[in-house]
């Protein structure tokens, strides 16, 4: 079962800022060779003017998807040919994002009420880029709620060349909720997605918001093209060893913690001769042995010694010794 026969973001890993770095990535990436990787909302303005790589990514993480934040459609213009020159394998659109931060830059959940402005974003981007461009947004902000309000928003944003959604199943409060209550507070709402569907079949949409299980994976498979899992996928990153198999190829292996793990001593030996200390590699890794003998060794280990000066690889061996086959 070949994975051309899949739409590409069939199962994806959420953008989280601070946890799906490079490193991150390269982690995930040992568990499942089909899943869509995504970046961290990374902010047009930074990407131009900031000094350091905000780009900067190893191909062999691919598929990897960019998500940029921004507002102005000759920055993401701009920043969309990068990312296809740098080898991304889509960019995608935050209209997501609540924190009062990103409002404040114009960019994430506030951009629902500008659904002009979003579509205008999307058609400059797409006029350099080959690769998909994408968004990624709720199904509401504020009391701006309906189903009607959120048809709207996607019809618009299609009408400039918009083929693929994921969507939170959520909407988001832009004041008076912080991020995290933003992500746990307003009640999910998968009808909703799945109706999105039912009314736009020519679209591709995918569902974020609560998933934890390959079985409810499954579920949402029935009516959607795809499932986007964050913090599950992030703490409890065994569950990307099994999506291959289950969600991609029946004979694909399912693949182990331990095994990602080993997998991933080149990968930190290499980055800790260019000057990476380890605990930037190691703090992606702490949830790996979840509900396994010696996770909480394993993950007092690498917590109490990653960050000290000179901390080799020596350190994630001497942790991996504490998990009882």
Known sequence: MPQTTFYRGRFSVAPMLDWTTRHCRY??????????LYTEMVTAPAIIYAKYDHLDFDLSENPVALQLGGSDPEQLQHCAKLAQERG?????LNVGCPSDRVQNGMFGACLMAKSDLVAECVESMQ????IPV?????????????????CEFIEKVHAKGCNEFIVHARKAWLSGLSPKENREIPPLNYERVYQLKRDFPQLKISINGGIKTI????????YVDGVMVGREAYQNPSLLGKID??????????ITAREAVEKMLPYIEQQLSQGIFLNHIARHMLGAFQNCKGARQWRRHLSENTHKQGAGIEIVTQALSFIEE
């Open 27 to 36: 982690f995930h990436r040992q568990f499942s060779q089909h899943a869509l």
């Open 88 to 92: 991304y394998t889509e960019v995608n």
């Open 127 to 130: 006029k350099v880029v080959d």
């Open 134 to 150: 994408t968004v990624k947004t709720r199904i509401g902000i504020d009391e701006l709620d309906s189903y009607e309000f959120l």
């Open 215 to 222: 079985e409810e994976i499954l579920t949402h498979l029935q």
């Open 245 to 254: 198999q289950a969600l991609f190829d029946p004979n694909a292996p399912i």
